[in-house]
């Protein structure tokens, strides 16, 4: 009983109501390639960036933000991640790296040496982030910046999938969703982070501000898709979501917060959106081309 408790527990630490995020990035470089579809490796690196990796991501952020998450109601959920005692966060690495050392050298064998780059850069990113005193996840608005790290899921799958390298327009639009995401995140912990007394973007520009930000980086998204890539049924559906930014901001929530019902039904939203979208760009290859 004790061992299924601790197994659901750090399934809750890699918030699998995110997983959608990093199987999104792993996938887009494999797009309309069917033939992986029957391949082992192929599988095992989306198990990889679903559990391995979203572990060690969020539970190293979670060991380091023990008084911020203990006032965030949106914890203890397999949306939004675990709330864990202190004496469960200061054992967390173990696991953490348990899970690494039985699963990294599989890709290790299978994929190209230089997919030890990607490592590397992942273990560097999240360590700057997760500094005890000095983290990145405290210094706006390099907390933004940081979610360049996401983007190594990409060459993550290149590199073991061996796919084509991607156009740096498409990296482009991932950052720029990556750190709308990030944004997204900020303005549903504001008050948390405030009574913590943690620094981030949305901290210090307010939730109406942060939101005008979200919506310029949607309309940069949507700028990125239908000039670069000439895909117009994506940047419509990158349309509707600026639409209800629009709304959200100025006739239904405006400067309210939101409510955890609520923020679980914009979880459960993007999942729903991310598995349309994930299809779409997958059976289309829209966003690995150039046009």
Request: aromatic share 18%; with cysteine.
């Amino acid at each position: 009983m004790i061992f299924f408790s601790k197994i659901l527990f750090y399934l809750k630490v890699s918030r699998p109501g995110l997983w959608f995020a990093t199987i999104w990035l792993y996938l887009l470089p494999t797009s309309q390639n069917e033939n992986l579809l029957y391949n082992f490796t192929f599988w095992y690196g989306i198990f990889y960036v679903c559990f391995p990796l979203n572990f060690l991501v969020y539970g190293w952020n979670d060991m380091v933000d023990y008084d911020t998450d203990k006032l965030n109601p949106r914890k203890d959920s397999f949306w939004f991640g675990a709330r864990g005692s202190k004496e469960q966060l200061q054992g967390l690495w173990k696991p953490i790296m348990c899970i690494h050392l039985l699963t990294i050298p599989y890709i290790l064998y299978s994929a190209d040496w230089k997919i030890v780059l990607v490592f590397t850069a992942f273990f560097l990113i999240n360590w700057l982030y997760n500094l005890p005193k000095n983290g990145l996840r405290s210094k706006p608005p390099l907390e933004l910046l940081c979610q360049i790290g996401y983007l190594l899921v990409v060459p993550f799958s290149i590199l073991l999938n061996n796919t084509v390298q991607l156009p740096w327009q498409t990296y482009l639009y991932l950052f720029l969703f990556s750190i709308q995401s990030h944004l997204i995140g900020e303005v549903m912990d504001i008050i948390p982070d405030k009574k913590s007394g943690r620094k981030t973007t949305a901290t210090i520009l307010g939730q109406v501000r942060t939101k005008l930000l979200i919506i310029v980086v949607v309309l940069l998204e949507i700028f990125v898709v239908i000039t670069q890539f000439k895909e117009y049924y994506f940047g419509a559906f990158l349309g509707f979501a600026l639409i209800w930014l629009l709304l959200d901001l100025y006739l239904i929530f405006k400067n309210k917060h939101y409510t955890l019902e609520q923020m679980k039904l914009f979880a459960l939203a993007s999942n729903v959106v991310a598995t349309i979208t994930i299809l779409y760009v997958w059976l289309s290859g829209c966003l690995a081309t150039v046009q």
